[in-house]
Structures are given as C-alpha cells and as structure tokens.
C-alpha cells in the first residue's frame, strides 16, 4: 500500500515566533520515529537552509526555480538530518516572477504531486508575511501548525492569519484545518506568560497543543553548528519538548 505525505505548512505573518525553528526540530522529531520526511524552505531569508549548515547563496536549484520555472523538487533537494529543500536569496524575487503566472498559487502544491508517495510528512517553513509564497505553502497543505509567541500583541495576529485560512478555504483549498497552536518561547516564570496561555486557551480551546516550547538558549546555539536541537543536545529539555509536540501531531492524526 503506498499512503501520501501529510503536508504540514508552519505559519504566522509575525515574525521571530519560531516558525523555522519549530518546523526544523517538529521534522527530525518525525525521522527519530522512522517517518520519510522532507522539511521545505520557502523563506527568502533561508534560515530553514542554514540551520542545516547549507549556504543558501551557494545552492543552485532552489525553491525559486521550482515555483518559477517548475523545475523538479527533486533537484532542490539535499539530504541532511531530514531531506530540504532549500532557498536561495533569490527566493525574494519569486512572489514577483510568479504573480503573473496562471495558476501561481498551486505551484507549490503542484511540485509536491510526483514525490507525495516518497515521504510521510512534508513540512514547510513559511516567511513572516502573508504574501504568495506563504499561500502557496497553505494551498498545498493539509494542515497548518502556527507557532505564537506567548505575549498578547502576538496573539492578536491569529485572528488575521484565521481570516487568510478562511480565504484559503473559500478559494483555494477547502480541506485545510489548523492542526494546533503551539506557545513558543515560554518564559513559564513570567506571570504574563501564564496569562497569554490562558487567554490562548480561552479562545482556542483544544486547539492549543498541550506542549509548550520554554525558551533555551540552546535553540540559538544549535543552528549555528547547522543542527537540530535534538542533534545538538539530545537529551535536553528542548529536543524532550518538540519530540512531545511530534507525537501529538502523530496522535492526532490517528484520531
Ligand atoms: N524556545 C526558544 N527559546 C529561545 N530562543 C528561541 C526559541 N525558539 C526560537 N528561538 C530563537 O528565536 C529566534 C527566532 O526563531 P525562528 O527563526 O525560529 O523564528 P521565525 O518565526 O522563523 O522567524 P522569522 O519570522 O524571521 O522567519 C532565533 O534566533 C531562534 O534561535
Ligand atoms: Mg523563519
């Protein structure tokens, strides 16, 4: 029996709320449980890339030419603790080449079409914005996984990002559901983060992971040596955390 990938797109238009960092280290988390997966860099800043130690200004098929000239993922592709598929800084100019094109908000997904069978989870990293390459990562999803911050200007946010799910929806891809909200950069010893949880909980109910990702240090120092914090320090508290957060995802989807 072959069975299709679930695609995962990690997503909120804020910025620095951990979406790279959580899409890396909620991907190897998957491959430690003997899943195929390819995490996919669709960030112009391709810090997705670089903390797998590859240098987005030496990568020559990009994602850039995947959405623009629909050249085979395939050839995006370099194979690290999981599979990505890297940016290049010329990932910038994509959503401007592309906005012309028929069809430009399923490239993505249409690129996904010949290599679906070859992973179990395909999970995309999302620039800090809602613009075209954002919707094409949540055109070819199933699921979206949005990481917030745990302060109140940034949960205000969610409330734009669900209007762009509901367009999606109306549009694009009527199946796409938020797979969970995940409280990033907990600082548990503050009363304000206590609060922004509850408040989180209160809107969006059992849609908040159970898990919580603290803030560590180690999360800066990992990708700097171009590793997953669960290469990095595998029996530290932040690898515990986000191995907890993949057996939800893996839970929830038998359900
Ligand atoms: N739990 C954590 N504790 C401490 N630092 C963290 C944690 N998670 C991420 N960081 C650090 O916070 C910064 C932002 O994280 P990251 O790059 O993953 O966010 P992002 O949402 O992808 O940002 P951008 O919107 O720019 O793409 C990075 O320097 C990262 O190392
Ligand atoms: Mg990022």
Excluded: W
Excluded at 42 to 69: A, C, F, K, R, W
Excluded at 89 to 106: K, V
Excluded at 116 to 125: A, R
Excluded at 184 to 192: A, N, Q
């Amino acid at each position: 029996m072959t069975t299709k990938a679930k695609v995962i797109a990690f997503a909120n238009q804020k910025g620095g709320v951990a979406k790279t960092t959580t899409t890396l280290n909620t991907a190897v988390a998957f491959a430690e449980e003997g899943h195929r997966v390819l995490v996919v860099d669709m960030d112009p800043q391709g810090n997705l890339t670089m903390s797998q130690g590859i240098d987005p200004d030496t990568v020559e098929t990009s994602m850039y030419d995947v959405l623009v000239h629909h050249t085979s993922i395939r050839e995006a592709i370099r194979k690290r603790e999981v599979d990505v598929a890297c940016a290049s800084i010329d990932l910038a100019g994509a959503e401007i080449a592309m906005s012309t094109q028929i069809g430009r908000e399923r490239s993505l997904q249409k690129a996904f079409v010949p290599i679906l069978e070859d992973y179990d989870f395909i999970c995309i990293d999302t620039p800090p914005s809602l613009g075209l390459l954002t919707i094409n990562a949540l055109t070819a999803a199933d699921r979206v996984i949005v990481p917030v911050q745990c302060e109140y200007l940034s949960m205000r946010g969610l409330i734009q990002l669900q209007n762009t799910l509901a367009m999606i929806r109306e549009n694009l891809n009527p199946n796409i559901e938020i797979e969970g909200i995940l409280p990033t950069l907990v600082d548990s010893r503050t009363i304000h983060a206590k609060e922004a949880i509850a408040i989180l909980e209160e809107n969006f109910g059992d849609r908040v992971f159970a898990s919580r990702i603290r803030k560590t240090v180690r999360f800066a120092e990992a990708p700097v040596k171009g590793m997953s914090v669960l290469k990095y320090e595998p029996d530290g508290t932040a690898a515990e955390s986000y191995r907890l957060l993949a057996k939800e995802v893996i839970e929830n989807g038998k359900r």
